[in-house]
């Protein structure tokens, strides 16, 4: 099946400064999207691209859609102690199903 | 903001017993899934319903499980004998119009002894 391949699997950065995260498949996705989870919730989207070379930004979060549609990186600009969680990767290839692959997650700590 | 509601929030089972997982999608909502996270791994596509069927099932997805959308609501996964490496939280997932968006519910944990 396919992977995608997240890094870095954790942070611990102090509040104010910047993070990013990435990933990677050796498949192509037509949809990519960052979902965000808190301890003992769901994932909750953050920001969806569809186009390859699509930058978009929600708040301090800002996401790209890479060319090859292999990748996709998420920035959060001056982190604040709510941005602790687990960030997701998910890419979906198509289709009617609209299934996701995910990546193993990237936790963040924020340390104020 | 609408949601998908997801119950029990948790549920502790003995092996072989069956349990039945309960999710209420939003309601304009026509495609839903079920989704499986086995503690500090990543979120694992287990299987997709649309039009009252099964459109794509992952191989986790054996005969143990089943779905089933009851009514004009509810959306349910069963496991027919629980085996200890059924722990997981079981998250269940609608989407719209929005391609490719899944709205997830906040998930049932599931304990099985």
């Known amino acids: 099946g396919q992977q995608l391949n997240q890094s870095p699997q954790s942070m611990f950065i102090q509040e104010g400064e910047d993070v990013s995260m990435n990933c990677t498949s050796s498949s192509i996705f037509n949809t990519w999207l960052w979902y965000k989870q808190d301890p003992g919730e769901g994932p909750v989207l953050l920001i969806a691209l569809y186009k390859a070379g699509e930058l978009t930004s929600n708040g301090r979060l800002t996401a790209q859609f890479g060319i090859t549609r292999k990748d996709s990186f998420l920035n959060i600009s001056a982190s604040i102690p709510s941005d602790v969680g687990i960030y997701f990767c998910a890419g979906a290839s198509g289709g009617s199903n609209y299934k996701l692959t995910f990546g193993k997650g990237t936790l963040l700590t924020v340390n104020p | ?113």
């Open chain 2, 1 to 113: 903001e609408p949601e998908v509601t997801q119950t029990p929030s948790h549920q502790v089972t003995q092996m072989g017993q069956e349990v039945i997982l309960r999710c209420v999608p939003i309601s304009n909502h026509l495609y839903f899934y079920w989704y499986r996270q086995i503690l500090g791994q990543k979120v694992e596509f287990l299987v997709s319903f649309y039009n009252n069927e099964i459109s794509e099932k992952s191989e986790i997805f054996d005969d143990q499980f089943s779905v089933e959308r009851p009514d004009g609501s509810n959306f349910t996964l069963k496991i027919r004998s629980t085996k200890l490496e059924d722990s997981a939280m079981y998250f269940c997932a609608s989407n719209g119009n929005s391609a490719n968006v899944l709205t997830f519910g906040a998930g049932s944990r599931l304990t099985v002894l």
